[in-house]
């Protein structure tokens, strides 16, 4: 059994005092910064990890986080896993708090972050981001103060976010490319659907999936059709397309596009004639896997999502690394209506 690394070895190691040793990892701000740099180069050599527990009941303070992301039945599931988490961690003192936009809002979440970055209430900020570029500085705001800011489901890789759990878009628009282009015949219409929103994971998806299929020359694909990021908007754009374009296979990048373009394939007698892939499981997802109007979609463990998010937050936010790298990718599944039933299980 490895032996526990104890504030003890780290003294030894630095020769610096037990007592300057534990001020370093829990106070830095009263330590000097060379005395800091180097307790904190020792912990990570020696991989000491603070006991939470110990750390959490002798502060006898509660830990206050926040996660903000749209509201739809996707997020549900991580709104789900979160409050899993939650549940896991109450002898920490582990408190969420759900802030919610209309969806890809990212005005909506920009009043959000400056609101908390004003009133530094919470330990810690969970966050599924609207933009690529805009959010950057109030969440500089909120980790300069030495608050940390995690990602989930979309990611800011440029900004100065701790951590990312979620998707690998690049994964995800690649491997629905695989498929468009092993089960179409060779010279078949792609209509690529693209939504309005800059979100990163939605607008890598979309790249990764042209530049596949560019690569590939088998298939004929189409600029971008673009459209609100809404069922709505999806589905006029789609019912358009079919009727005046009449391709082959409809490409969406986002779990509201494939549920507009469904209903357009649907609603015109085409399901089963116009191959679509999907994103995400949700139950009218469900249904137009099993009625064939999908072949099949990709599904990227939202409750996991949600439960690590808070996880990773509490990590952090006590001074420990969460895993090696800034991100985590969870894993790209390709569900049919064989076996969506699995994926519909709440911990997916």
Known sequence: ?????????????TGISVSTVHRALTHPDKVSEQVYAQVREASEELGYEPNLIAST???KKKMDFAMLCPYNPFYEQIIAGAR??????????????????KEYSFTEQLEQLNQIANSMEYDGIAIAPAHTQLLNPVIDRITNAGVPVITFDNDIPNSSRRYYIGQNPK????????????????????AVMGSYV?????????????????????LRVTDNFQYFDSIEG??????????NIKPAAVFSNSMLGTIGCARAIRDSGQSGKVFMIGFDIVDEIKGYLNDGTLLASLHHAP?????LAVKSLLRLSKGIQVNQGDSYFVNT???????????SQEHF
């Open 1 to 13: 059994m490895e032996k526990r690394v104890r504030l003890q070895d780290i003294a030894v190691k």
């Open 57 to 59: 009941l002798s502060s």
């Open 84 to 101: 899993s988490a939650v549940a896991e961690l109450r002898i920490y003192g582990v408190t969420l708090a759900f802030i919610h936009s």
């Open 171 to 190: 994964t995800a628009g690649e491997t629905a490319a695989f498929l468009y282009d092993a089960f179409l015949p060779e010279g078949s219409v792609v």
């Open 198 to 218: 800059d979100a990163y994971g939605l607008a890598e998806r979309l790249r990764c999936f042209r530049e596949y299929l560019g690569n590939t020359g088998k």
């Open 234 to 243: 999806a589905y006029e754009m789609c019912s358009q397309i079919l009727l």
């Open 303 to 307: 409750y996991v999502q949600g439960n």
């Open 333 to 343: 599944n390709v569900v049919f209506k064989t076996n969506v039933e699995e994926f």
